[in-house]
């Protein structure tokens, strides 16, 4: 049984900064990714880790977002710098793609489990 449980959300205005974590429990599989979903909007890949150590990010985050994973912890992280309101959604952590990391990127299919989400909220 895997669970994943994310932490680290919160309210800031932009420019600010978070870092969202995500603990495994139960196993970590090597490939994990972040997802975002806004209200009214479809559930979009932020960044995948994938199972050989390549990292793909969505174009909109590039450069602002980093994703990172401690194994020795069984975490994933996601480190947003320069945030934006358009940024604004509930973040959820995945594990075990069923696709390339590229792939999982574009679809939110391409991962087997999923945690529960954490809010983040950026103010102009």
């Known amino acids: 049984q895997v669970q994943l449980v994310e932490s680290g959300g919160g309210s800031v205005q932009a420019g600010g900064s978070l870092r969202l974590s995500c603990v495994a429990f139960?196993?970590?599989?090597?490939?994990m990714g972040w997802f975002r979903q806004a209200p009214g909007k479809e559930r979009e890949g932020v960044a995948v880790?994938?199972?050989?150590?390549?990292?793909v990010y969505a174009d909109s985050v590039k450069g602002r977002f980093t994703i990172s994973r401690d194994n020795a912890k069984n975490t994933l992280y996601l480190q947003m710098n320069s945030l934006k309101p358009e940024d604004t959604a509930m973040y959820y952590c995945?594990?075990?793609?069923?696709?390339?990391?590229?792939?999982?990127?574009?679809?939110?299919?391409?991962?087997?489990?999923w945690g529960q989400g954490t809010q983040v909220t950026v103010s102009s």
């Open positions: 995945a594990s075990r793609c069923l696709m390339t990391a590229a792939q999982a990127l574009g679809d939110p299919r391409g991962f087997g489990f």
């Open positions: 139960g196993y970590a599989y090597s490939c």
């Open positions: 880790n994938g199972r050989y150590g390549n990292i």
